[in-house]
């Protein structure tokens, strides 16, 4: 008999993939041991975005491999920021991540995503993800289609984004606001994620209201984003080495802190892979790489021929 909580999830998967066009039959042999990993880049800043909270950042995302992924014609790559925030009292407020998602299917579009969750304590939600912009809406991000988590913004580009097509996102803190949900009028700073150049301009990708109940319009909080890190993965279950990718991340670069307080600047960047198992070995894949052809910036890698350039039992390694 199947149990409740797998066949869940394995219906959240089916559903979510087939909102991103991809098919959601796990390539055949395709296992949780086996699978192609997810990647991780941990930078590390000084001062800490604990102690000095960004209300301004950006990074850039390039795929500078992408023709073996286009002619696999399935799957797809999410390349994302991920960031937690700070509220004024000094607890944890909503979270998520924003980026790129390159799209295997031909017929499909590759698109940039924000996505921010409520922030829950105990089972109970104590700050809400509100969609201020058209690209956004009340979302079930991660779960069944019946219920709600946060708040997703999303754009379907046009066109595929070539090789060597480079984007800035950048993410920024407007003042507080209000909005209504529910029947209820919440407060907050709103946060805006943007992406140059879309054709040529500057798109906003979304603006998201994260409710504070220690903030009323006219006033500025003391937090803000505390930390900040990034990760590369596949779009449903991925053979090891099925295609060869690359994409370049740079950042994320701190431009504005709560209080004008000094700027955090990034003083290394680590790696890992993903792994549910704490025997390392028994997730098998070792067709990846990060690596670094400057300070500031990381290249992370997917292929057959490659091998990881740090030991991956023995947690993550330093990039630059």
């Known amino acids: 008999m199947t149990h409740p909580a797998l ?7 089916l559903v979510i993939l ?5 098919d959601a039959k796990a390539d055949e042999g395709c296992t949780r041991e086996n699978k192609q990993r997810t990647l991780y880049g941990i930078p590390l800043y000084s001062p800490t975005l604990d102690s000095n909270p960004a209300t301004s950042a950006y990074t850039t995302f390039k795929g500078v491999q992408l023709q073996s992924l286009r002619a696999y014609n399935n799957r797809g790559v999410y390349a994302a920021t991920t960031l937690k925030t700070k509220q004024k009292d000094g607890t944890t407020g909503p979270g998520g991540y924003f980026g790129v998602q390159w799209i295997g299917k031909s017929k499909s ?4 995503i924000f996505s921010i969750w409520d922030k829950k304590q105990n089972g109970v939600v104590t700050s809400l993800a509100l969609p201020m912009h058209g690209t956004c809406k009340r ?4 779960c069944r289609e019946d219920d709600s988590t946060g708040t997703q913004c999303k754009v379907k580009l046009d066109e ?7 984007l800035t996102f950048r ?6 606001q209000s909005t209504t949900y529910d029947d209820v009028t919440y407060t907050g700073h709103v946060w805006r994620v943007t992406v140059e150049p879309i054709q040529g301009e500057v798109l906003t990708l979304g603006r998201i209201l994260f409710s504070d109940d220690d903030l009323e319009i006219g006033e500025e909080s003391s937090g803000g984003v505390k930390t900040m890190k990034m990760f590369q993965e596949q779009l449903g279950c991925t053979n090891c080495g099925a295609f060869s990718f690359e994409a370049q991340r740079k950042g994320p670069y701190i431009t504005a802190t709560a209080g004008n307080k000094p700027l955090p600047e990034i003083q290394k960047l680590s790696a890992s892979m993903s792994c549910d198992d704490t025997d390392k070995d028994k997730c098998t894949c070792r067709a990846f790489n990060a690596v ?4 500031g910036s990381v290249s992370f890698m997917m292929g057959e021929s490659l091998t990881p350039s740090w030991d991956v039992n023995g947690g993550p390694g330093q990039i630059y």
């Open 109 to 112: 579009k590759d698109q940039l």
């Open 139 to 142: 979302n079930c991000n991660d």
């Open 7 to 13: 066949f869940a999830a394995v219906i959240i998967c």
């Open 171 to 176: 993410i920024e803190r407007e003042a507080v």
């Open 18 to 22: 087939a909102k991103t066009g991809i």
């Open 160 to 166: 595929k984004l070539e090789e060597g097509e480079e």
């Open 292 to 295: 670094s052809d400057e300070f």
